[in-house]
T-cell receptor, first 113, second 115 residues
Framework: GQQLNQSPQSMFIQEGEDVSMNCTSS?????WLWYKQDPGEGPVLLIA?????ELTSNGRLTAQFGITRKDSFLNISASIPSDVGIYFC?????????????FGQGTILTVHP | DVKVTQSSRYLVKRTGEKVFLECVQD?????MFWYRQDPGLGLRLIYF???????EKGDIPEGYSVSREKKERFSLILESASTNQTSMYLC??????????????FGAGSRLTVL
Protein backbone atom coordinates (compact mmCIF):
# COMPACT_ATOMS: atom_id res chain seq x y z
CA GLY A 1 0.00 0.00 0.00
CA GLN A 2 0.92 3.66 0.09
CA GLN A 3 3.63 4.77 2.48
CA LEU A 4 4.52 8.00 4.18
CA ASN A 5 8.04 8.63 5.40
CA GLN A 6 8.01 10.90 8.41
CA SER A 7 11.14 12.44 9.85
CA PRO A 8 12.74 12.80 12.21
CA GLN A 9 11.65 9.78 14.26
CA SER A 10 12.39 11.63 17.49
CA MET A 11 13.55 15.03 18.68
CA PHE A 12 14.95 16.22 21.99
CA ILE A 13 14.86 20.00 22.28
CA GLN A 14 15.07 22.78 24.84
CA GLU A 15 12.05 24.84 25.74
CA GLY A 16 11.83 27.86 23.48
CA GLU A 17 13.40 26.22 20.44
CA ASP A 18 11.62 25.89 17.12
CA VAL A 19 10.75 22.44 15.75
CA SER A 20 10.37 21.22 12.20
CA MET A 21 9.19 17.83 10.96
CA ASN A 22 8.09 16.58 7.57
CA CYS A 23 6.46 13.81 5.62
CA THR A 24 7.23 12.64 2.12
CA SER A 25 5.61 10.12 -0.17
CA SER A 26 6.06 8.65 -3.60
CA UNK A 27 2.30 9.02 -4.09
CA UNK A 28 0.16 12.09 -4.55
CA UNK A 29 -2.26 13.06 -1.80
CA UNK A 30 -5.24 15.42 -1.97
CA UNK A 31 -5.40 16.14 1.73
CA TRP A 32 -2.71 16.33 4.40
CA LEU A 33 -3.51 16.19 8.10
CA TRP A 34 -1.32 16.67 11.15
CA TYR A 35 -2.24 15.03 14.47
CA LYS A 36 -0.76 15.17 17.94
CA GLN A 37 -1.02 12.34 20.46
CA ASP A 38 -0.53 13.12 24.13
CA PRO A 39 0.74 10.27 26.31
CA GLY A 40 -2.06 7.80 27.04
CA GLU A 41 -4.55 9.48 24.71
CA GLY A 42 -5.75 9.20 21.13
CA PRO A 43 -4.46 11.51 18.37
CA VAL A 44 -6.06 14.93 18.08
CA LEU A 45 -6.20 16.92 14.85
CA LEU A 46 -3.91 19.97 14.74
CA ILE A 47 -4.11 21.21 11.16
CA ALA A 48 -5.85 20.10 7.95
CA UNK A 49 -4.53 21.07 4.50
CA UNK A 50 -6.68 20.67 1.40
CA UNK A 51 -4.86 22.49 -1.40
CA UNK A 52 -1.38 22.16 -2.92
CA UNK A 53 0.81 25.03 -1.75
CA GLU A 54 -1.51 25.87 1.14
CA LEU A 55 0.17 27.30 4.24
CA THR A 56 -1.94 27.20 7.40
CA SER A 57 -1.26 28.34 10.95
CA ASN A 58 -2.83 27.38 14.26
CA GLY A 59 -1.25 29.40 17.04
CA ARG A 60 2.43 28.45 17.22
CA LEU A 61 1.93 25.71 14.63
CA THR A 62 2.39 26.19 10.89
CA ALA A 63 1.92 23.50 8.26
CA GLN A 64 2.27 23.47 4.49
CA PHE A 65 0.90 21.24 1.75
CA GLY A 66 3.76 20.69 -0.69
CA ILE A 67 3.33 21.98 -4.21
CA THR A 68 4.06 18.52 -5.66
CA ARG A 69 1.34 17.05 -3.40
CA LYS A 70 3.88 14.49 -2.22
CA ASP A 71 5.04 16.18 0.95
CA SER A 72 4.06 18.30 3.91
CA PHE A 73 5.83 19.89 6.83
CA LEU A 74 4.88 21.03 10.32
CA ASN A 75 6.71 23.73 12.27
CA ILE A 76 6.28 24.54 15.94
CA SER A 77 7.68 27.83 17.12
CA ALA A 78 8.91 28.63 20.63
CA SER A 79 8.26 25.15 22.02
CA ILE A 80 6.84 24.67 25.51
CA PRO A 81 6.76 21.57 27.75
CA SER A 82 3.15 20.72 26.83
CA ASP A 83 4.23 20.26 23.20
CA VAL A 84 5.57 16.87 24.28
CA GLY A 85 3.92 13.99 22.45
CA ILE A 86 3.87 12.07 19.20
CA TYR A 87 3.11 13.98 16.01
CA PHE A 88 1.65 12.13 13.03
CA CYS A 89 1.17 13.21 9.47
CA UNK A 90 -1.60 11.59 7.44
CA UNK A 91 -2.46 11.75 3.78
CA UNK A 92 -5.66 11.10 1.88
CA UNK A 93 -5.49 10.17 -1.78
CA UNK A 94 -8.23 10.72 -4.29
CA UNK A 95 -10.89 8.29 -5.30
CA UNK A 96 -12.35 7.54 -1.90
CA UNK A 97 -14.98 9.13 0.26
CA UNK A 98 -14.27 6.79 3.14
CA UNK A 99 -11.52 8.81 4.79
CA UNK A 100 -8.99 6.00 4.50
CA UNK A 101 -5.88 7.81 5.58
CA UNK A 102 -2.27 6.73 5.30
CA PHE A 103 -0.25 7.65 8.41
CA GLY A 104 3.42 8.39 8.89
CA GLN A 105 5.44 6.56 11.54
CA GLY A 106 5.26 9.49 13.94
CA THR A 107 7.75 11.95 15.43
CA ILE A 108 8.30 11.69 19.17
CA LEU A 109 8.93 15.15 20.61
CA THR A 110 10.58 15.69 23.99
CA VAL A 111 10.92 19.23 25.35
CA HIS A 112 13.33 19.89 28.19
CA PRO A 113 12.39 22.82 30.46
CA ASP B 1 -18.54 17.64 23.83
CA VAL B 2 -18.61 15.24 20.91
CA LYS B 3 -16.50 12.19 21.25
CA VAL B 4 -15.46 8.68 20.37
CA THR B 5 -15.57 6.40 23.40
CA GLN B 6 -13.65 3.17 23.76
CA SER B 7 -15.10 1.26 26.66
CA SER B 8 -11.92 -0.50 27.79
CA ARG B 9 -8.72 1.50 28.29
CA TYR B 10 -6.63 -1.45 29.48
CA LEU B 11 -7.15 -5.18 28.98
CA VAL B 12 -5.03 -8.22 29.80
CA LYS B 13 -6.00 -11.46 28.09
CA ARG B 14 -4.55 -14.91 27.66
CA THR B 15 -3.49 -16.50 24.39
CA GLY B 16 -6.47 -18.10 22.69
CA GLU B 17 -9.11 -15.98 24.39
CA LYS B 18 -11.77 -14.17 22.38
CA VAL B 19 -11.50 -10.41 22.80
CA PHE B 20 -14.07 -7.72 22.09
CA LEU B 21 -13.11 -4.06 21.79
CA GLU B 22 -16.08 -1.71 21.72
CA CYS B 23 -16.27 1.77 20.25
CA VAL B 24 -19.16 4.24 20.29
CA GLN B 25 -19.35 7.68 18.64
CA ASP B 26 -21.98 10.35 19.22
CA UNK B 27 -21.32 12.49 16.14
CA UNK B 28 -23.61 10.63 13.70
CA UNK B 29 -20.54 9.83 11.57
CA UNK B 30 -20.95 7.42 8.68
CA UNK B 31 -17.38 6.12 8.69
CA MET B 32 -15.72 4.22 11.51
CA PHE B 33 -12.23 2.76 11.70
CA TRP B 34 -10.03 0.50 13.79
CA TYR B 35 -6.27 1.09 13.85
CA ARG B 36 -3.48 -0.49 15.80
CA GLN B 37 -0.51 1.56 16.94
CA ASP B 38 2.93 0.07 17.48
CA PRO B 39 6.19 1.95 18.18
CA GLY B 40 7.99 2.89 14.98
CA LEU B 41 5.14 1.68 12.77
CA GLY B 42 2.66 4.50 13.20
CA LEU B 43 -1.04 3.75 12.83
CA ARG B 44 -2.05 0.81 10.69
CA LEU B 45 -5.61 0.32 9.51
CA ILE B 46 -7.23 -2.99 10.48
CA TYR B 47 -10.83 -2.57 9.26
CA PHE B 48 -13.21 0.22 8.44
CA UNK B 49 -16.92 0.62 7.88
CA UNK B 50 -18.77 3.23 5.86
CA UNK B 51 -22.29 2.17 6.79
CA UNK B 52 -24.23 -0.09 9.10
CA UNK B 53 -23.48 -3.75 8.39
CA UNK B 54 -20.81 -2.76 5.86
CA UNK B 55 -17.12 -3.47 6.42
CA GLU B 56 -13.92 -3.26 4.43
CA LYS B 57 -10.51 -4.76 5.13
CA GLY B 58 -7.72 -2.36 5.87
CA ASP B 59 -4.01 -3.03 5.57
CA ILE B 60 -3.67 -5.64 8.35
CA PRO B 61 -7.01 -7.48 8.78
CA GLU B 62 -5.57 -10.94 9.52
CA GLY B 63 -6.60 -12.26 12.92
CA TYR B 64 -9.36 -9.66 13.34
CA SER B 65 -13.03 -9.27 12.50
CA VAL B 66 -15.49 -6.42 13.03
CA SER B 67 -19.15 -5.82 13.58
CA ARG B 68 -21.29 -2.76 12.90
CA GLU B 69 -24.90 -3.43 13.80
CA LYS B 70 -25.71 0.19 14.67
CA LYS B 71 -24.40 3.41 13.15
CA GLU B 72 -22.83 4.62 16.38
CA ARG B 73 -21.09 1.37 17.38
CA PHE B 74 -18.14 -0.43 15.80
CA SER B 75 -16.67 -3.50 17.46
CA LEU B 76 -13.30 -5.13 16.88
CA ILE B 77 -13.09 -8.86 17.57
CA LEU B 78 -10.02 -11.00 18.09
CA GLU B 79 -11.32 -14.55 17.66
CA SER B 80 -8.27 -16.16 19.28
CA ALA B 81 -5.86 -13.65 20.78
CA SER B 82 -2.15 -14.12 20.19
CA THR B 83 0.85 -12.43 21.78
CA ASN B 84 1.64 -10.53 18.57
CA GLN B 85 -1.69 -8.76 18.95
CA THR B 86 -0.44 -7.00 22.05
CA SER B 87 -0.81 -3.36 21.01
CA MET B 88 -2.66 -0.07 21.37
CA TYR B 89 -5.96 -0.13 19.47
CA LEU B 90 -7.48 3.13 18.31
CA CYS B 91 -11.03 3.63 17.10
CA UNK B 92 -11.90 6.63 14.92
CA UNK B 93 -14.85 8.05 13.02
CA UNK B 94 -15.45 10.62 10.29
CA UNK B 95 -18.13 12.16 8.15
CA UNK B 96 -18.66 10.88 4.62
CA UNK B 97 -18.88 14.36 3.07
CA UNK B 98 -19.32 18.06 3.68
CA UNK B 99 -17.15 20.26 5.85
CA UNK B 100 -14.53 18.25 7.71
CA UNK B 101 -15.10 15.17 5.62
CA UNK B 102 -12.43 12.50 6.01
CA UNK B 103 -11.00 14.14 9.12
CA UNK B 104 -10.79 11.43 11.74
CA UNK B 105 -11.81 11.88 15.36
CA PHE B 106 -10.07 9.33 17.57
CA GLY B 107 -10.96 7.63 20.82
CA ALA B 108 -8.50 7.49 23.72
CA GLY B 109 -7.33 4.01 22.80
CA SER B 110 -7.47 0.50 24.28
CA ARG B 111 -4.18 -0.98 25.36
CA LEU B 112 -4.35 -4.77 25.02
CA THR B 113 -1.79 -7.14 26.48
CA VAL B 114 -1.95 -10.80 25.49
CA LEU B 115 -0.04 -13.16 27.77
Amino acid sequence: GQQLNQSPQSMFIQEGEDVSMNCTSSSIFNTWLWYKQDPGEGPVLLIALYKAGELTSNGRLTAQFGITRKDSFLNISASIPSDVGIYFCAGLSGGTSYGKLTFGQGTILTVHP
Amino acid sequence: DVKVTQSSRYLVKRTGEKVFLECVQDMDHENMFWYRQDPGLGLRLIYFSYDVKMKEKGDIPEGYSVSREKKERFSLILESASTNQTSMYLCASSHMGGSGANVLTFGAGSRLTVL
